[in-house]
């Protein structure tokens, strides 16, 4: 069997790793394209490094662009990568542009798309990820959904019958790095001579914090009025709109720094206080590691991590303040995201269903 992967920005690099081990070890022809949606080294090669991710068989150099120029771009070129390998399956992770110019040039095509974190909703249709998650999972042919909260809103949309519980990968690839950190110190705690405890780990980087200058200053600000250190592990987007705006991103209590290897990020949460963040993998990473987050939204697709407690979403300044400073959450022992073994069961859906449906 063969499949053919499709990744192109940080978070899809991270889930990336987990499924091509598992299939590495079921002997499966795995073909990773890289469209080039993120290119920055931070962004990019240190993931595939660090996580022994086989170097990309396609680079597509896309780059960045407005989402119409950007999808357009992956689109036109994903064609004849497709047409040469015709793969069992075009495998599509999450919700980027990458994601729904991959699942779109396969089906044209009459390839089979199997869309990875598939049913996340976030109900706010001003979000880019949220056109991209829709319109993928309408148009993909096997939807492997990570929680039952997103079988749930498969299943409301009319997709059951081609969705399958498969649990999170995010989780596989957390815990063998949490294993592999141990009890060894953050080099980020180092680098700065914090107190292990005594500081947050911040990221922004969506669009609705970022593009308007208000709303951004307002968010520096408020990082930047916080009880401890916070450190922002700073994505380009967010240097880039601060800089434009003359929004200083180290001030008060904030200071950026450039974003961090997986390895060293999830040792840097480990370690700290609390995180803050827009992100949608670090809510849950934070939770699984049992570090309390707050999230900078009005809005989260895992909503779990907000019933357990772990995460709370706050906007205003006031907001975040109490919810980095609010009581530590109760211990569960819950696992909404599975067991850490989701990758193989992907590969074992994917190889049971190539043969059997068509
Ligand atoms: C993308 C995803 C978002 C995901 C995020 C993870 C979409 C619509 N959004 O957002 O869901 O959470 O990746 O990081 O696909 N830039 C660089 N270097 C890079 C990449 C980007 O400098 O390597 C800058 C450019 O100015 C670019 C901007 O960041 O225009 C935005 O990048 P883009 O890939 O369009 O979206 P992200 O904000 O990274």
């Known amino acids: 069997m063969k499949i053919v992967s499709v990744v192109g920005a940080r978070p899809q690099f991270v889930k990336l790793a987990p499924i091509h081990k598992a299939a590495v070890a079921a002997g499966v022809e795995h073909v990773i394209v890289h469209t080039g949606q993120h290119y920055d080294p931070m962004l ?60 779109l040039s396969a089906v044209k095509l009459h390839i089979p798309v199997a869309h990875l974190e598939a049913g996340l909703r976030s109900f706010n249709r001003r979000m880019p990820e949220e056109h991209n998650r829709v319109m ?77 200058p208000e709303r951004l200053a307002v968010v520096a600000a408020s990082l930047a009025g916080l009880d401890k250190p916070v450190i922002l592990l700073a994505h380009p987007r967010v240097v880039a709109k601060a800089a434009a705006h003359g929004i200083e991103l180290t001030q008060g209590a904030l200071i950026a720094h450039a974003p ?51 995460n709370v979403l706050a906007n205003s300044a006031e907001e975040i303040a109490a919810a980095v400073s609010r009581p530590h959450p109760d211990a569960t022992d819950d696992a909404p995201y599975g067991d850490g073994h989701a990758a193989e069961r992907v590969i074992r859906v994917l190889q049971d269903q190539a043969q059997g449906s068509r």
């Open 44 to 103: 990019s090669d240190v993931f595939f490094d660090d996580l022994g991710i086989a170097a990309p068989d396609v680079h597509l150099g896309v780059g960045s662009g407005s989402h119409g120029v950007q999808t357009g771009a992956m689109l036109a070129a994903m064609d004849a990568v497709f047409d040469e390998h015709r793969p069992d399956w075009v495998l599509v992770y999450g919700d980027t542009n990458s994601t729904i110019a991959a699942a």
């Open 136 to 212: 993928t999972d309408h148009a993909a042919d096997l939807l492997l959904a990570p929680t039952q909260v997103a079988v749930d809103h498969l299943a409301n949309e009319g997709l059951a019958e081609r969705t399958v519980l498969v649990g999170d990968v995010m989780t596989d690839v957390l815990f063998e790095v949490r294993d592999a950190i141990g009890a060894r110190p953050s080099a980020l705690i180092e680098e700065l001579g914090l107190a292990p405890g005594e500081y947050y780990v911040a990221t922004i980087h969506r669009a609705e914090n970022t593009d308007d």
């Open 260 to 310: 961090l290897a997986y390895h060293d990020l999830i040792g840097a949460v480990l370690s700290s206080a609390g995180v803050v963040t827009d992100s949608g993998g670090l809510q849950k990473e934070a939770f699984l590691l049992r570090i309390p987050c707050t999230t900078v939204r009005t809005e989260t697709e895992w909503v779990e991590t907000v019933e357990m407690g772990w």
